[in-house]
């Protein structure tokens, strides 16, 4: 089989691509967009099967980004150990995160869980063989919860039997994973993020014309941010010659940014604190976004929109946002207007790639002066990508002066990327590819590399 | 459940990380299952970390003397996290100066260490204390 087509099914658009495995990696062939049609997902799939003009019996990988992936309700005890983890977990999986809980739930956290409604609680709590109090307190207070999510368990395994046991005698349906922190700052979320993609086949395949979709291609979808995140892992370990890098996934509604690299303190002055990140990360932010976020982007953005807008065209940003919060669809047109998704754009990357990185915290002891790093250093990522609708399809469009890292004398540094190259996904093939990591991982990865256009060589200045 | 989990680190500022290696290899030995945070842990990372593995026992060491200000307020906020009887242990350098050792046992056990040890002592006597403590 030398032929694939791999389809994605997005809110607005469905996109796909026929690709050709080639000299182990995979070309893409031709290229078709169609908007998605919302009421029977199916009627715009296959419209755009056609066009795509595979040949019969060709193979079609597709993922899904239904209702911006699954609503997850994340349970832990500490914030910053197991619910840390658990969040970490759901977003890794390519789930929304619609509430956690620390600790105890309480009869109020019950109807706050009901009205959120989410399609799975992931629920964890303890290190293994550690932790028993507030885990079956928990599960006591699940047991009368009155909506149906599916329960993943992945908190302290000494207690994993009788929670699926209780859970499901009182109707529910539970599963259980290994601990996704198993030992102190340890993560595993493997197990619990397999666990997690199951469900989402479960749950949304069903209504709106996937099941079709699924009868006729004989496969199921992938989350589209879960077929992104296996795509960061394959370049990872396929293409290691890329070296570190950052992946900016920016849509109407959120900010996405994948990266990979290790979490390390480089030198002894370094005292690392709390969960160490994993090699390749997700974060989504939900009030970044170049449309249907955009007023919560001006918002959390307003320093730097401020900044970069000046006074005399505030009202002009103003009527703008207006009108993309009206007309989602709408794509700037003056120049005025592209200086305006400009501005969105930089806020969008400046405050998703800060959250995304961690920090150093400067303090003085009697050795003199250390630095207390929390989360990941991304000062060595040499490479970011930018993928997604604004990123892909402006050409001129960098990130380089919108990461620039705080002055100095603050006493709390964000451990950005410093000197870096940026890479357009300028086809929108990411996704795409990232569909078809489950059986050509290795080409996949090698095919991502061919799909990127360099934008801005910032490592030349390096070498010099 | 393991009944023997204990939380082991170095306080504050504190970048002494060799005797901390010692204890935890000590402690290991001894049978303990030992959940080591080295160096620079603050009193809510003892306290997370004491939840997260169920740890009955928590072992502060100080080096640089300024234990006095940096252990202060552990048992309060071990009470309000709902850890009222999980037990402390600290031990090193705790004070500057020649201070006498009563004096400064008497200092930390008001602030509600279970017990408090001098940087001379023997750590099989300490582990054989707190095995005791344990069971008690």
Redesign the interface.
């Known amino acids: 089989m030398d032929t694939v087509t791999s389809i994605d099914i997005g809110s607005t658009w469905t996109k796909g691509a026929r690709f050709r495995v080639k000299d182990g990696r995979l070309i893409p062939v031709c290229r078709e967009v169609v908007p998605t049609t919302v009421d029977h997902l199916a009627e715009g799939f296959f419209g755009l099967l056609s066009r795509l003009k595979g040949p019969k019996g060709a193979p079609v990988y597709f993922s899904s980004s239904a209702k911006g992936g699954l609503a997850i309700a994340a349970l832990g005890i500490v914030p910053e150990l197991t619910l840390k983890a658990a969040k970490l977990t759901a977003l890794s999986a390519g789930g929304r995160i619609t509430s956690v809980f620390p600790y105890k739930l309480s009869k109020r956290h019950l109807e706050e869980l009901e009205q959120a409604n989410p399609d799975i609680i992931l629920f964890s709590g303890g290190t293994d063989g550690g932790n028993e109090t507030y885990v079956l307190h928990n599960l006591a207070m699940l047991k009368s919860l009155a909506i149906r999510p599916v329960v993943i368990y992945a908190g302290n395994e000494v207690l994993a039997d009788q929670v699926c046991e209780e859970l499901s005698a009182a109707g529910h349906t539970a599963v259980a994973t290994p601990n996704l922190m198993p030992e102190v700052d340890r993560l595993a979320p493997e197990g619990a993020r397999e666990e997690i993609r199951k469900v989402f086949l479960d749950r949304i395949v069903h209504g709106k014309g996937l099941d079709e979709i699924v009868a006729r291609t004989g496969r199921s979808p992938l989350p589209t941010p879960y077929a992104m995140f296996s795509l960061v892992e394959a370049m990872r370990r396929h293409t290691p010659d890329f070296g570190d890098f950052l992946l900016l996934d920016m849509g109407g509604a959120t900010t996405d940014v994948y990266s990979s690299t290790m979490d390390h303190a480089s030198d002894e002055r370094i005292i690392l604190r709390g969960v160490k990140d994993p090699a390749v990360k997700r974060t989504v932010e939900g009030d970044l976004g170049m449309r249907v976020s955009a007023r919560a982007t001006a918002k959390s953005g307003q320093a730097l929109v401020d900044w970069l807008l000046g006074e005399e065209r505030k009202a002009g940003f103003e009527a703008f946002l207006d009108r993309i919060a009206r007309e989602p669809d709408y794509l700037g047109e003056s120049d005025e207007e592209q200086e305006f998704d400009f501005i969105l754009a930089s806020a969008c990357i400046h405050h998703a790639v800060r959250r995304h990185a961690g920090t150093f915290k400067r303090t003085f002891t009697a050795s003199g002066e250390t630095f207390i790093q929390t989360g990941k250093d991304l000062r060595h990522v040499t490479r970011l990508i930018g993928s997604g609708g604004y990123l892909s399809s402006v050409p001129s469009f960098t990130p380089m002066d919108v990461l620039q890292p705080e002055a100095e004398r603050q006493e709390t540094i964000a451990l950005v990327p410093q000197a870096f190259s940026y890479y357009r996904d300028k086809d929108y093939l990411l996704p795409l590819l990232g569909n078809l990591v489950p059986d050509f991982e290795r080409e996949a990865a090698r095919g991502a590399l061919a799909a990127l256009e360099l934008v801005h060589d910032g490592l030349a200045a390096i070498a010099d | ?2 009944q023997n ?1 204990i939380v082991l680190g170095v306080i504050g ?3 002494h990380a060799v005797g901390n290696k010692i204890l935890e290899r000590i402690f290991t030995e001894e049978g303990f ?1 030992v ?1 080591n ?4 842990v603050s009193q809510d ?1 003892f306290i ?2 004491a ?5 009955r026992a928590i072992l502060v060491s100080s080096l ?2 300024q234990g006095e200000l940096d252990c202060d307020g552990l048992r309060d906020r071990c009470v309000e996290r709902g850890l009222e009887d999980i037990l402390l242990y600290v031990g090193g350098n705790l004070v500057i100066g020649k201070i006498d050792y009563d004096e400064t046992e008497a200092k930390f056990k008001a602030m509600g260490y279970n017990r408090v040890f001098r940087p001379s002592v023997d750590l099989h006597e300490v582990a054989q204390l707190l095995r005791n403590d344990l069971a008690a």
């Open positions: 459940m393991p989990t500022a504190d970048c299952r959940v945070l080295g160096v620079m990372e997370d970390a939840i997260e593995t169920g740890a640089y003397g």
